[in-house]
């Protein structure tokens, strides 16, 4: 029989990093005819058409923009990830194997999920800094198969004692780049209107984390000491964003001419090479009005595009503060450049001697918040680098591209990643579990056996409390552990772990209403209704028969604002006001224990409708009162 | 009975009085008219066979100068006097001044219905008993259930599409009850296909016809002829479909008018370079690739993987119909001067014919067909 898989990523026809990851061991796995295949993409719905067009079965798992709306930011990131939907997913195809690739705080809380580890579960994941993501390291014991996509991760995590952990590369279809001919090269040079200039590429997204200031001092410096190299550096990135480039080339001084830039045509999709000169210019290609600007995430080059592009430079330059693989860095390989990348992160890879690169210097320097390391590539030594491939012979270029290309081909190509995935997956055992998912609940009332010590205690707590396993290298045990040392009693510790516990199940929020409402305090009703316009209406018709039942009170009705019209000429409505989301808090409203509320009585009609739909009886139920 | 606004009444524990809301004046020419809901934001309460019911209706409602107003929806219903899209509050002044309102269960039935107003309302994803007008005499409303062979879906899509079940001689029929009128239409509905409204009309290029809407589909894989073919593509934008490829010098001419490409191939079929693609797509010319064979739909997906693959025949079941079933369509082929309103039709030379044919290639368009069977003594014939 073959084996399910679940791959949870981008979708494979998304233009990102994770979707042509995805998109290529995809097709790589589908063509071994080994595996039934089911892609799950963020970004999209359950039943987006596009899901029925790719070979294998599909499906979104990010909810509606309608249904993200309501929630709060937290869970709307971890829905946009498909939290919930995949547990949907999961019970639908009942995998063997679930592969999820994407940046590791998109896998939150997975390890709560009854499903987790009873498939075979695989996280390959982006990390980018030093120290590695607490978060990263926190779930490296609850991941049985955790691969990074850069091997600097591999060799953090493995310092941690975390030996599971392993390097698996970012796979890239390698068909689409390579060294043109040199006489096409050349009359492709000659079309973009350069002929002998040296040519400095840098194919990027305009971040912060790109190190654009670093490269423009660099870029200065060896045009002042090399005059005769003409130099010119070409910024294949969106000037309409991120860095203001033009400003830095000001402030250092750097001519207009001596800096290019990729153009392409919203219309025809032409690329143009030319200095920076604003945005939304005329077409001279289709005459399109307006149509051309600076290379973009809406609007890019195609891959073959590309290849021209990298094919136009003398020599690739990638100075960044971080990064999980750098794509670019691999694709100038595959044209055969000489490439200086900054020896730190996912760089390290692609600057040593078996890739067929030169590493640039860096200083440390700590990102605030998160005190990442992040690297400062040192100008002077991009300066002194971009001297030394300037002053190397053709044949000592032609010799190092050719070995850069062919470690590419080696390491990060859609056969050798594939092959490796293969394997990996072949390898996991066989799944017995019933695929039945519920939610994960805390024993908030559970008591431990006696006799424990203190090591054991902890782990008990974990797994029966928590309901979750804990490494003992975890900072969570560790922390535990001081203070039970330092005379914590245990009793307090279970005390703690029970309130996490019943903190977790109840999930509640504070809402902060105090402003929208008038001086009567005490003299309050609430209706919370909402939506839509059939139940405002209704309720509306409701109202003169609540007034007459609490004459001194005031109504107050919480509806979203499109459904005011609904009510608001009803006069026994004291005010209207737009619903949120933390109205949905009965005790907050009304008042529990120390705490007033605002409301003396708040009622939710919708509960039993929308909520949760339970007075429908299949329209034969009856009432033994008249309710008109 | 449990009535929604019952469940609401219970919670509030008071009695149910009447919404209380300021009407808004809105002009209108007419002093007779029916409403009818054009709300389409609920896809499991959009009722799709409004046209055919107001086609049944049309002379009945001419006689008596009765005019019809349709309320929201994106475009005007075929057979509607006017398209209204107004507040709520206008609505509800054009509902208060109607003699019926038509649609589906939603705020426009229950204010008609609080109002006196007749109704004839339309049940997609719901019991009728849990939603119905609520404060209607019986005499004065209507409610239309789909044959219930499942529990309702109770959401906004209905995987079964239940309220277009209910076919449109019900809701013709309720409409002439609720008015006074005691004659019926007199048509059985067999089906309707999902595609019934969408207007298509396919040329076969081997004849230039003048006249024809901006839009057409060539149906190149049906017949061919060069002239023919070079004026439609010059004159109208054009979708081909054809049996092969067609070679980008041919395309080039025309890119302008080509919005779409589709052609039928198998996975023997001789790998079409990416290249082709790139041209077509720095074109925006949009491509479709047919699966001959519904196996090879995953191999030639794979194989070009960035463009749409479907397969050319869905392989549709055959229905047991009457014999004196006719059917009618908003998809035609078009051929010299001859009218064909299937394929199957044209493949037999029966042009302007609207019997039923029983054939792989009439079933195969089945989405595209209204069929129903003409009784004597009929209101108006569809």
Redesign the interface.
């Known amino acids: 029989m073959k084996k399910k898989v679940i791959i949870h990523s981008n979708f494979c026809k998304a233009f990102t990093g994770f979707g042509k990851n995805k998109k290529n061991i995809l097709r790589y796995l589908y063509d071994t005819g080994k595996y039934e295949l089911f892609e799950l993409a963020n970004g999209l719905q359950w039943e987006d058409p596009r899901t029925k067009l790719v070979p294998w079965e599909c499906r979104g798992v990010t909810p509606s923009p309608a249904q993200l709306a309501a929630l709060d930011a937290k869970s709307r990131r971890a829905e946009g990830y498909g939290y919930t939907l995949v547990d949907k997913a999961i019970k639908e195809f009942k995998p063997d194997v679930y592969i999820g690739i994407e940046d590791i705080w998109a896998f939150n809380n997975y390890h709560h999920k009854p499903w987790w580890n009873k498939v075979n579960c695989m996280v390959w994941t982006t990390l980018d800094s030093l120290p590695i993501l607490p978060q990263a390291i926190q779930y490296a014991p609850k991941i049985k198969n955790y691969f990074v996509w850069a091997s600097f991760a591999e060799k953090a995590m493995q310092e941690m004692g975390y030996d599971h952990v392993k390097t698996l590369r970012g796979s890239l279809d390698t068909d689409n780049f390579y060294r043109m001919p040199d006489e096409e090269r050349g009359k492709l040079r000659s079309y973009h209107g350069i002929s002998d200039e040296f040519v400095i590429g840098f194919v990027f997204r305009n971040q912060l984390r790109k190190s654009v200031p670093n490269l423009l001092e660099g870029f200065k410096q060896f045009k002042s000491k090399n005059p005769d190299s003409k130099a010119k550096l070409l910024l294949h990135t969106h000037w309409g964003e991120g860095w203001d480039i033009k400003s830095l080339m000001e402030e250092k001084g750097i001519g207009n001419m001596d800096v290019l830039t990729t153009y392409v045509c919203n219309s025809c999709s032409k690329y143009y090479i030319s200095p920076f000169k604003g945005q939304q210019t005329d077409c001279p290609s289709c005459g399109s009005k307006k149509s051309v600007n600076t290379t973009n995430t809406k609007k890019g080059v195609s891959e073959e595009q590309l290849n021209e592009i990298y094919n136009l430079m003398d020599v690739y330059c990638h100075p960044f503060t971080s990064g999980g693989q750098e794509i670019p860095i691999q694709e100038a390989k595959l044209t055969e450049l000489v490439t200086l990348v900054t020896n730190y992160s996912c760089g390290e890879d692609s600057c040593s001697d078996e890739s067929g690169g030169f590493a640039l210097d860096w200083s440390e320097y700590r990102e605030p918040g998160t005190q990442f390391i992040k690297a400062s590539t040192d100008p002077n030594h991009i300066h002194s680098m971009l001297e030394h491939v300037y002053g190397m012979t053709n044949e000592e270029k032609s010799e190092m591209g050719a070995k850069s290309r062919e470690w590419v081909i080696d390491n990060f190509s859609v056969e050798v990643i594939g092959k490796k995935l293969e394997s990996i997956i072949d390898n996991m055992p066989d799944v017995d579990y019933d695929y039945e998912t519920t939610h994960k609940v805390m024993d908030a009332d559970y008591n431990p056996p006696e006799g424990l010590n203190s090591d054991e205690y902890i782990v008990d707590l974990y797994e029966n409390i928590v309901k979750e396993g804990v490494d003992r290298r975890s900072t969570g045990f560790k922390h535990w552990k001081g203070e039970l040392a330092k005379g914590m009693k245990e009793e307090a510790l279970l005390t703690h772990f029970k309130n996490i516990a019943k903190k977790h199940n109840l999930d509640a929020n504070k809402p902060k209403l105090e402003d929208l409402l008038s001086d009567d305090e005490g003299k309050r009703i609430a209706i919370v209704i909402p939506e839509s316009e059939t139940d405002v209406l209704l309720v509306n018709s409701l109202l003169g028969q609540l007034k007459k039942n609490y004459k001194q009170y005031n109504i107050y009705i919480f509806t979203k604002p499109e459904y005011f019209d609904f009510i608001e000429d009803n006069p026994n409505t004291h005010k209207i006001l737009p619903y949120k989301k933390e109205l949905d808090n009965t005790f907050s409203l009304e008042g529990r224990g120390g705490e007033r509320g605002m409301f003396e009585m708040v009622f939710y009609p919708s509960v039993t409708t929308q909520k949760n739909p339970c007075y429908i009886h299949n329209g034969l139920s009856k009432n033994q009162f008249s309710l008109k | 009975?449990?009535h929604?606004?019952?469940?609401?009444?219970?919670?509030?524990?008071?009695?149910?009085?009447?919404?209380?809301?300021?009407q808004h004046f809105f002009p209108i020419e007419f002093n007779n008219y029916i409403v009818i809901s054009g709300d389409s934001s609920t896809a499991s309460k959009t009722y799709k066979s409004y046209t055919i019911v107001l086609g049944f209706l049309s002379s009945f409602l001419e006689k008596r100068d009765i005019k019809v107003v349709q309320l929201g929806g994106d475009k005007p219903l075929r057979g509607v006097n006017k398209h209204v899209s107004c507040?709520?509050?206008n609505t509800a002044y054009l509902v208060s001044k109607s003699m019926l309102y038509i649609g589906p269960?939603?705020?426009l039935a229950?204010?008609a219905s609080?109002i006196g107003v007749k109704t004839v309302s339309i049940f997609g994803n719901?019991?009728?008993?849990?939603?119905k007008p609520?404060w209607s005499n019986r005499q004065d409303s209507i409610c239309l259930e789909p044959d219930w062979d499942s529990?309702p879906c109770?959401s906004n899509h209905d995987p079964k599409d239940n309220i277009n079940k209910i076919k449109p001689e019900e809701v013709a029929n309720s409409i002439l009850k609720l008015l006074g009128h005691e004659k019926k239409v007199d048509v059985e509905t067999f089906h309707i296909g999902k595609h019934y409204n969408q207007p298509i009309i396919e040329v076969v290029p081997t004849e230039i016809i003048t006249g024809l809407p901006k839009e057409v589909y060539l149906r190149a894989d049906y017949g061919f002829e060069e002239e023919a073919f070079m004026y439609y593509c010059e004159n109208h934008k054009v979708t081909v479909i054809s049996e092969g490829l067609i070679q980008l010098s041919v395309l080039k001419s025309i890119k302008h008018n080509v919005k779409m490409l589709m052609f039928a191939l198998d996975a023997e079929t001789d790998k079409i370079p990416k290249k082709y693609f790139?041209v077509l797509?720095?074109w925006k010319i949009k491509i479709i690739l047919l699966s001959e064979k519904e196996s090879d739909?995953?191999?030639l997906?794979?194989r070009y993987?960035?463009v749409?693959?479907h397969p050319r025949y869905k392989g549709v079941e055959r229905m047991e119909l009457p014999d004196s079933c006719k059917f009618s369509t908003n998809k035609y082929i078009l051929e010299a001067d001859k009218k064909y309103f299937s394929y199957a039709h044209y493949k037999k030379g029966l042009d302007n014919d609207n019997n039923v044919l029983d054939t792989p290639e009439y079933w195969d368009e089945l989405d595209h067909f209204y069929i129903y069977e003409q009784k004597e003594n009929s209101e108006k014939s569809s």
């Open positions: 009975m449990s929604l606004v019952e469940e609401y009444a219970k919670n509030l524990g008071v009695k149910i009085g009447k919404p209380i809301v300021n507040s709520f509050k269960d939603n705020y229950q204010y609080s719901s019991y009728a008993n849990v939603t609520f529990r109770y790139d797509a720095s739909l995953g191999v997906r794979n993987f960035d749409d693959v």
